[in-house]
């Protein structure tokens, strides 16, 4: 019964949140959302390479990756935990859109077994799917914030 607006031109990191019905912060563990890309024909800074982002543990969307999947994944498993989350998002607000969730361990295997290429966005950190926390907002003391 909510009312609501679609706006068309939003990044596709946030439809990657919307789609994974997730907030990509979490109050006091994770504040900040690295947009990246695997390092590929184009280089990268050297000071912007992924294993160094990965280091902040921040949530981090990775665009144009998914054709070096073994790559990303190997340099992320420098810094994160095996098991950290993972989301592979194809085709986000297509029609034919899939999403495919799991742990870092096996991000290469998910983008080779799905045959996942252009279009994909991965996204990696503790907060994908993890909304512990969101309920503060809408507890007692915040009620004043929803007054009409």
Known sequence: GMSYHITPGISSFQAAAAALKSQFTIPEKVQSIILTRGEG????????????????????CIFLSAGIAEQVQEELLQEY???????VCYHLTWKDERIFRGELKDLAKIVKENKLTLTTMIVVGEAIGNREGLSRLYAHEFKHLFRK
């Open 41 to 60: 024909r184009t280089p990268m800074p050297e000071r912007e390479k992924l294993h160094l982002m990965a280091r902040s543990q921040s949530t981090m």
């Open 81 to 87: 935990p095996e098991s950290t989350p993972v989301a």
